[in-house]
């Protein structure tokens, strides 16, 4: 029996062309490679939302607990503490549940309705609120 010249491909154990699986195999790694940068870039962003998000609840806490010795005087004045207020808890509780979501995602995924209903309280919450108060 005659061996196959040199230069010719040989099929592997699926019957493809070694030359094509190489190209597939290179093309997957860059793919994988670009994927978990993007998803590294979305990680930084998120990290950095979640800190100024953070910053503001104790901007907030500083001025109106700390800062301000005097009540409240002016209904306005109690409407914008309540607005700010309701934004941070609207903002904790959707981070809270985004962050829920990304861990249940991959180890339980049987328990994402808890934390989508979370989010659907949240958005439809935070609504409700700036619908009333406009």
């Known amino acids: 029996m005659a ?7 040989t099929p592997d154990e699926d019957g493809a062309d070694k030359s094509h699986h190489g190209a597939f195999t290179r093309a997957a790694k860059t793919f994988i490679f670009v994927a978990a940068a993007l998803y590294g870039l979305a990680a930084l962003s998120m990290a950095v939302v979640i800190s100024v ?3 503001d609840v104790a901007k907030y806490v500083m001025e109106e607990e700390v800062l301000r010795s005097r009540e409240l005087r002016m209904p306005h004045e109690a409407r914008e503490a309540v607005t700010k207020f309701m934004v941070i808890i609207a903002l904790v509780v959707s981070i809270e549940g985004i962050v829920l979501v990304f861990e249940l995602g991959k180890d339980e995924p049987e328990l994402l309705l808890y934390p989508v209903l979370l989010l659907s309280v949240s958005v439809s919450s935070s609504s409700a609120w700036a619908f009333s108060s406009a």
């Open 3 to 9: 061996e196959p010249p040199a230069s010719a491909p």
């Open 53 to 55: 998000a953070i910053l």
